[in-house]
């Protein structure tokens, strides 16, 4: 329903010809590991291939969600590349999960993959420099862990104190 609003609120704005729609397509493995760890990646996809099933308390994985990432993360590098061609000045990825919370060895808060550090360490190591608005009731812990130490990418949290996964303090900058 998340998605469902959202596309309705895009199409509410009526942009006619000006919105271009860009086909998504399944992220690489490569692609993927620009920020996820190799060896993570490869267990998720067969943990996924083998039925799936609870991989922590808030984040399940069934037989298509290995698919289903990847093709968000896709998404995501579609929108870049769309972009990179000058087929447009802004892009909107609508997608769930966000995948702020994935980590670059685990899955974490229903996010399998961090969707948007995947296109943000694109975008950097095309040499863009790159800022990360997160805006969101819980802090993108795995998209600031992400960047920390890495500045060509600035990213910015704003979320609500004290929720889940209970980090993302007003002190914290990396």
């Known amino acids: 329903s998340r998605v469902d609003a959202a596309a309705a609120g895009v199409a509410d704005l009526h942009l ?15 692609e993927l590991a620009v920020v996820h760890d190799a060896g993570y990646l ?3 996809e067969s943990f996924c291939e083998a039925g ?3 991989l922590d308390p808030d984040t ?16 995501g590098l579609e929108a870049v590349d769309a972009l990179s061609r000058g087929d447009g000045e802004v ?7 966000p995948g ?10 229903f996010c399998l993959l961090n969707n948007v550090a995947i296109a943000a360490a694109t975008l950097a190591g095309r040499g863009e420099r790159v800022m990360v608005i997160d805006w969101d009731v819980h802090h ?10 890495d500045d060509r990418v600035c990213y910015v949290s704003t979320h609500q104190d004290g929720l889940y996964p209970g980090t993302g303090s007003v002190t914290d900058v990396g």
């Open 16 to 30: 006619g010809s000006d919105r271009v729609a860009v086909p998504a397509r399944l992220a690489t493995f490569d």
């Open 42 to 44: 490869r267990a998720l």
């Open 52 to 54: 799936g099933g609870k």
């Open 60 to 75: 399940y994985a069934r037989p298509q969600s290995w698919d289903a990432a990847r093709s968000v993360a896709g998404a």
């Open 91 to 97: 892009a909107f990825v609508i997608a769930r999960p």
């Open 100 to 109: 702020h919370h994935a980590l670059s060895d685990r899955a974490m808060g």
């Open 140 to 149: 993108g812990n795995g998209t600031e862990a992400m960047f920390w130490n």
